[in-house]
Nanobody, 125 residues
Framework: QVQLVESGGGLVQAGGSLRLSCAAS????????MGWFRQAPGKEREFVAS????????VYADSVKGRFTISRDNRKTTVYLQMNSLKPEDTGVYYC??????????????????WGRGTQVTVSS
């Protein structure tokens, strides 16, 4: 029921910033929260950050702590990922997804669904 569309990706130099948006429609209230994942060329899709609908508690991958910030609006219509101090290793396709299984804090892809189609982030050195 939930449909997600990512936007905001692009090409940026190392040290720069981007803000990704995930527009949600449908029954977002049925999900635990929202998360961002990314997939670099030749690598598995990995967890980046998540936020709960109820408390806005957040979880971050160690690789992005202190640099990325996930947030949401109060109407559960949009989730954001503010990315600062970007590094070339942050390059990849970024996906948002709804957490539909597991408890808060899960980083497993299997607990997320309704995946968007992704937005490309490229960080040049």
């Amino acid at each position: 029921q939930v449909q997600l569309v990512e936007s905001g990706g692009g090409l940026v130099q190392a040290g720069g910033s981007l803000r990704l948006s995930c527009a949600a429609s449908g029954r977002t209230f049925s999900s635990v929260g929202m998360g961002w994942f990314r997939q670099a060329p030749g690598k598995e899709r990995e967890f980046v950050a998540s936020i709960s609908w109820s408390t806005s508690n957040t979880v971050y991958a160690d690789s992005v702590k202190g640099r990325f910030t996930i947030s949401r609006d109060n109407r559960k219509t949009t989730v954001y990922l503010q990315m600062n101090s970007l590094k070339p290793e942050d390059t990849g396709v970024y996906y948002c997804a709804a957490q539909i299984d597991g408890g808060y804090g899960s980083t497993s892809r299997s607990d997320f669904g309704s995946w968007g189609r992704g937005t490309q982030v490229t960080v040049s050195s």
